[in-house]
């Protein structure tokens, strides 16, 4: 297990929240408005004010697969609990994220590791998932500017944003490309290009479920591009939404619990 191996991510993870259905195209500021509310649901959509999922995540290499069951835990935007469940191997593994420090647990060793911001952008337990993608760092709605954009092949039932970090933060991503549906903003793909323009990953959103009254794309997958045969899938097994969460879920205490 290598919890802090660099490597490519998102995840990724987002509320329904309000809309705003006045014309995207509009001539006046009322299209800037509807792009930040787009941005705002697209960051929230997995989240609200609290949740819990399970999740089961697969990871494929042309030389392994292997795949983790998870129970997450999140409050607001800034507050992420993972457990690893399955396999017995990694059963216990915890990461625990709080604003913007993060540990990771380690059962075998009874060990907790503070990631530090460097380490953000590196492979979660393996995957094409970075640290930031499963607690979220970073937000699209705040630390981004974004635009409608044009794509060349495009649906005419999608949106397509352009979203670039502001000056000063330690992203990898030069740009990211997001589209999203026309009827009800639920993300169909991402794009992560570098700082040169080079297109690295595709994240593509489907299976669109209803748990509860919150309706989310079920499953998401990454195709690193600089790496042939790799890819990772998260599937969305259970989830609930603005539950209440003990604050003390998220504590150093609570990630060396076994419960």
Known sequence: MEMNRKSGLILILFAVMFV???RLYAADSTAQLDVNEIIKKVDELYRSKSSYTEMEMEIVTPHWERTLAMNVWTKGMDRT???ITAPKKES????LRIKNEMWNYLPKTNKVMKIPPSMMMSSWMGSDFTNDDLVKEFSLYEDYTYELIDVEGGCEDLYCIKSIPRE???VVWGHIIIAVRKSDYLPVWQKYYDEKGALMRIWSFSEIKKFGDR???SVMEIVPQHKKGH???MRYLKAQFDIKVDKDMFSLRHLRSAK
């Open 168 to 170: 000063g933060l330690p």
């Open 231 to 233: 890819k990772t899938i």
């Open 20 to 22: 705003f259905p006045a």
């Open 81 to 83: 609990f993972i457990r």
């Open 215 to 217: 309706k989310i794309p």
């Open 92 to 95: 216990g593994v915890a990461t």
